[in-house]
């Protein structure tokens, strides 16, 4: 079974511009979370989703934003871009979002 | 509101030594728990969870942890390290309920070093 993949790998983009993340989940996972990685805040959770509504909210500005698709494949915008939206984004899957989660290897966002 | 806390940011072993990486938690109701490993440039890899039953879990790559209701923590262990067991491990918690759903907490991580 392929694992959960994330695209692009590397990302650089400038102050200002906006970003879409892709993840697609592993094979017959209907749950897909998204989490923002940094040195100084940890592992920290954006959103989940499940059959292509949004179940659960981190509290990030409206600036994060969300969807998946019928196929479980899942999105993560991120407009007006800040230097300190620079992270590792991590996108996981699950089978209902209440078992464990999977993870891909993330994209790494630098914004400058 | 939940919360995961690793106390020691380095643990630091011989190999062939047990180890420990140390964490407690806090949630209410009854906690569902898991284990992450990080390697650099790398996503997380699922090692172990506790949901309910046994308070010893066993997972991969050797590692087992202690769930301790009283003491509120889950602790990761290895009988004898290895020096590829060195990375980053997480541990994390979902509360039980709707409203956590796909939703963990992490803690701020341990560094697990073991030397040759």
């Known amino acids: 079974k392929a694992g959960v993949t994330q695209t692009p790998r590397y990302l650089i983009k400038t102050r200002g511009q906006q970003v879409t993340l892709s993840c697609s989940p592993i094979?017959?996972?209907?749950?897909v979370s998204w989490y923002q990685q940094t040195p100084g805040q940890g592992l920290q959770f954006l959103f989940e989703?499940?059959?292509?509504?949004?179940?659960n909210k981190g509290n990030f500005p409206g600036r994060f934003s969300g969807r998946q698709f019928s196929n479980s494949r899942s999105e993560m915008n991120v407009s007006t871009l800040e230097l300190g939206d620079s992270a590792l984004y991590l996108c996981?899957?699950?089978?209902?979002?209440?078992?464990?989660?999977?993870f891909g290897q993330g994209t790494r966002l630098t914004v400058v | 509101a939940q919360s995961v806390a690793q106390p020691e940011d380095q643990v630091n072993v011989a190999e062939g030594n047990p180890l420990t990486v140390k964490c407690t938690y806090s949630v209410s109701g009854n906690p569902y728990l898991f284990w992450y490993v990080q390697y650099p440039n790398r996503g997380l890899q699922f090692l172990l969870k506790?949901?309910?039953?046994?308070?010893l879990v066993k997972g991969s790559y050797g590692f087992e942890a202690e769930f301790n209701k009283s003491q509120t923590s889950f602790h990761l262990k290895k009988p004898s390290a290895l020096v590829s067991d060195s990375a980053l491990y997480f541990c994390a918690v979902r509360g039980y309920g709707s409203g956590n759903t796909g939703k963990l907490i992490f803690g701020q991580g341990t560094t697990l070093q073991v030397k040759p």
């Open positions: 506790y949901i309910t039953g046994d308070n």
């Open positions: 989703y499940f059959s292509e509504t949004q179940r």
């Open positions: 996981a899957s699950s089978s209902s979002g209440n078992t464990e989660a999977f």
């Open positions: 094979s017959g996972h209907r749950s």
